[in-house]
Nanobody, 116 residues
């Protein structure tokens, strides 16, 4: 059973940066494209960044140019570097498979709060 453990969230001010980490177990991230999702308060979860099956990275329009997904295969860990954060980025952030998420394996997520 694949498991995802996210960390790195916190309270930051507008314009600051954060890097989130996701340790994956039960799946090899070098063979399975992973992605980052977020769920703002009162809204649905959405995919914001992911690797594709051709090893490109793709981003939602809301975060393109500010967020960067990366990974270290040796650590089976996926990262999300977030810069120039805005209050609208406030959400719980999750990682999961980047193509079709495993709905039974969502982790606890990590909360990012951006104050103005």
């Amino acid at each position: 059973q694949v498991q995802f453990v996210e960390s790195g969230g916190g309270l930051v001010q507008r314009g600051e940066a954060l890097t989130l980490s996701c340790v994956v177990s039960g799946a090899d991230i070098s063979r399975n494209p992973m992605g980052w999702y977020r769920q703002p308060p009162g809204e649905r979860r959405e995919k914001i960044a992911a690797f594709t099956t051709t090893d490109r990275s793709i981003y939602a329009a809301a975060v393109g140019g500010r967020f960067t997904i990366s990974r270290v295969n040796a650590y089976n860990t996926v990262y999300l570097r977030m810069t120039n954060l805005e209050p609208k980025d406030t959400a719980v952030y999750y990682c999961n498979y980047g193509t079709v998420p495993n709905e039974d394996s969502w982790g606890q997520g990590t909360l990012v709060t951006v104050s103005s």
